[in-house]
């Protein structure tokens, strides 16, 4: 019988949206680490179709990103930005493809916690596409904007709960 607690679960249950920083610095080797770690997560036909723009707290664009989301505030308090993005040249599947980003995202968040930092999803960030890429000056035709992850340490701990599992279980186990 296998551990039914261990590192990775118990990451996984800890694990909160963060969106509020300390004004301490994230290392570009922590950022380094959470990118290795996305870059990992699993791909259809394992095309790794996302792309990376990592920029560090105090980099011009990230205030011009603050005003492109109603995030702005976790923007602008984070430490480190990770935009991900598709490669359009890359992609086979629309919604595979995004999944796949999504996968590469959930990695991102829980390498972040797994390093003491708090990192929080902003996707409401992919309504105003065109704008961010403007701003970080990508090229739209060549890329689709999937998500922008906000890290910091921690200034306030996230509290998302959940449903409890047997409201989510189709049929009961
Ligand atoms: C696809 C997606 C989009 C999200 N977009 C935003 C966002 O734009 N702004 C934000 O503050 N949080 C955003 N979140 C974070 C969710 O609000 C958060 O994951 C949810 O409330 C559960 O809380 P928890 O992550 O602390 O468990 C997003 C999460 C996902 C997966």
């Given at each position: 019988m296998p551990e039914l607690d261990n590192p990775v679960l118990h990451a996984i249950r800890e694990r909160r949206s963060v969106r509020r920083y300390t004004e301490e610095p994230v290392s570009a080797d922590e950022v380094r680490a959470m990118l290795e770690a996305a870059r990992w997560a699993p791909s259809g036909k394992n095309n790794q179709p996302w792309r990376f723009l990592a920029i560090m707290g105090g980099d011009a664009r990230q205030q011009a990103l603050a005003e492109l989301t109603r995030s702005g505030s976790a923007v602008q308090a984070a430490k480190a930005l990770i935009v991900v993005a598709l490669d359009k040249s890359a992609m086979y599947h629309q919604i595979k493809d995004h999944q796949s980003c999504g996968a590469a995202m959930q990695n991102i968040l829980l390498a972040a916690h797994s390093l003491g930092l708090g990192a929080v999803w902003l996707g409401?960030?992919?309504?105003r596409e065109r704008q961010v890429f403007e701003a970080l000056s990508l090229d739209p035709d060549a890329y689709e904007l999937a998500a922008v992850a906000a890290i910091g340490r921690p200034s306030r701990q996230g509290s998302g709960q959940r449903k409890p599992l047997a409201d989510l279980l189709i049929e009961p186990l």
């Open positions: 409401e960030i992919v309504s």
